[in-house]
């Protein structure tokens, strides 16, 4: 076990509406870190008109409608998320964390290119002092060590941004991108707590349908999808490496904070960790 001298401090910024990446750090991190959270404000759910002054909801939105605008994607504000961001980082600095962590994937592959992504971790580090990493950069990251080349993509998000707009970022990053797909549902719904409320045996079922033969690699993102509760049967299932967004960054932190025992039961990626 790696000689902690000191308390080690990861703090991550969450949305406001994610119930699910905190609980999933809190199984996952050793006891011997501490994990700390800061929600990003995303705008208020449940009461919008069809134009809010406080958020970017429209509840009435058809789906054709939808795939034209970037915050449908998520049914949350993202530009106001992220305007939040140098706030939510500044305010985590206090506690003196090791490392700071985008836990939202969506968040920074909306725009389809890496640029974006990084332009957030670099506005973490300004505001907070302290390194800062993505929930994006960290899946990168994950596939690389893994040795991943061939991707199939099932999230919980409309295909319309899932091929026009996370694929290309993934193979910018060089991947090949075999097919991207989103729970069906997704594509008529407006609701972020839909997300969920997904059960993870829903989550291996979906991914098992639509992955490809090919593919040597099955990437889940939505770290409000219950997708770390998949990875081990899905692997097992397929015979393929699964990356799901919360395992990746949680991977990832605990790499930077120099922790190399093997965590089991999420997927391979968490027994990868020397």
């Known amino acids: 076990m790696p000689d902690l001298t000191q308390t080690r401090r990861i703090g991550a910024l969450v949305p406001a509406t994610n119930p699910v990446v905190e609980p999933d750090f809190y199984r996952v991190v050793p006891p011997e870190i501490t994990v700390h959270f800061e929600r990003m404000w995303n705008g208020a759910w449940g009461t919008q008109p069809d134009t809010p002054a406080d958020s970017g909801h429209r509840l009435s939105m058809s789906s054709a409608e939808a795939n034209e605008v970037e915050w449908a994607l998520f049914g949350f504000d993202v530009g106001k998320m992220n305007d939040d961001v140098a706030r939510g980082a500044s305010a985590l600095s206090n506690i003196g964390p090791d490392v700071l962590v985008y836990a939202c994937t969506s968040g920074t592959w909306h725009k389809g290119y890496m640029a974006y992504d990084q332009s957030m971790a670099k506005l973490m580090e300004e505001a907070s002092g302290v390194e800062s990493i993505t929930a994006v950069s960290s899946c990168i990251a994950a596939m690389r060590h893994m040795g991943s080349r061939k991707l199939s993509i099932a999230g919980p998000y409309r295909n319309y941004h899932l091929r026009n707009r996370l694929k290309p970022l993934m193979e910018e990053a060089g991947f090949e991108v075999l097919s991207a797909d989103g729970?069906?549902?997704?594509?008529?719904?407006?609701?972020?707590?839909?997300?969920?409320?997904?059960?993870?045996?829903?989550?291996?079922?979906?991914?098992?349908?639509?992955?490809?033969?090919?593919?040597?690699?099955?990437?889940?993102?939505?770290?409000?999808?219950?997708?770390?509760?998949?990875?081990?049967?899905?692997?097992?299932?397929?015979?393929?490496?699964?990356?799901?967004v919360n395992q990746a960054t949680i991977w990832a932190a605990l790499r930077h904070l120099g922790w190399t025992e093997p965590i089991d039961g999420f997927g391979s990626l968490l027994r990868n960790l020397a």
């Open 183 to 244: 729970a069906p549902w997704m594509e008529n719904s407006m609701n972020p707590r839909e997300i969920d409320m997904d059960p993870p045996q829903a989550i291996v079922d979906f991914a098992a349908e639509v992955a490809q033969a090919d593919a040597d690699t099955i990437f889940l993102p939505g770290t409000a999808w219950r997708a770390l509760d998949a990875a081990e049967e899905l692997e097992q299932r397929l015979g393929k490496t699964v990356i799901t």
